[in-house]
């Protein structure tokens, strides 16, 4: 139920970022965006119909196969990668976008997973970050929802 509010924000962040114009047939052509944490593809498959070049990655593996099946069917062409931010980074990959959805609440070392998320980008580039608040009431609306 979020994700299209979730969509509007980032979608108009980065045509903002990179002057484009989102009434136009594939507006982020030429951009290279990552999904760090991407699970079924949710944010990968509207950015790459927009014209993006999608990576999507996650280092739970078992979140790729239905990832990648999807796009598979909708004609969409996603690279979906089982890989961490920290091995991305040391191997030089560079992109415009970042998207970081949901995912340093679940990291081991949230420093070293944003330092790798940061040194993913390129010279101005737009990392998107969003992630739980840390209180009683947000955690326990996170395990009730996940179970619903």
């Keep these: 139920m979020l994700n299209p509010c979730r969509l509007d924000y980032i979608t108009s ?11 136009q047939p594939e507006p982020f052509k030429g951009l290279r965006l990552l999904d760090m944490g991407c699970g079924g593809g949710l944010l990968c498959e509207p950015m790459s119909r927009l014209g993006a070049t999608v990576i999507g990655a996650d280092a739970a593996a078992g979140n790729l196969p239905v990832a990648r099946l999807h796009a598979e069917q909708t004609g969409l062409t996603i690279d979906y990668r089982h890989t961490t931010a920290e091995d991305m980074a040391a191997a030089g990959e560079q992109f415009d976008v970042v ?36 209180n009683p009431k947000s955690y326990a609306m996170a395990i009730f929802g996940a179970r619903w």
């Design 13 to 23: 962040q980065i045509a903002a970022e990179f002057d484009r114009d989102l009434t």
């Design 99 to 134: 998207l970081n959805m949901e995912v340093v609440e679940h990291v081991a070392d949230p420093l070293s997973y944003l330092t790798a998320t940061r040194q993913l980008l390129k010279p101005g580039g737009l990392e998107i970050c969003s992630t739980i608040n840390r």
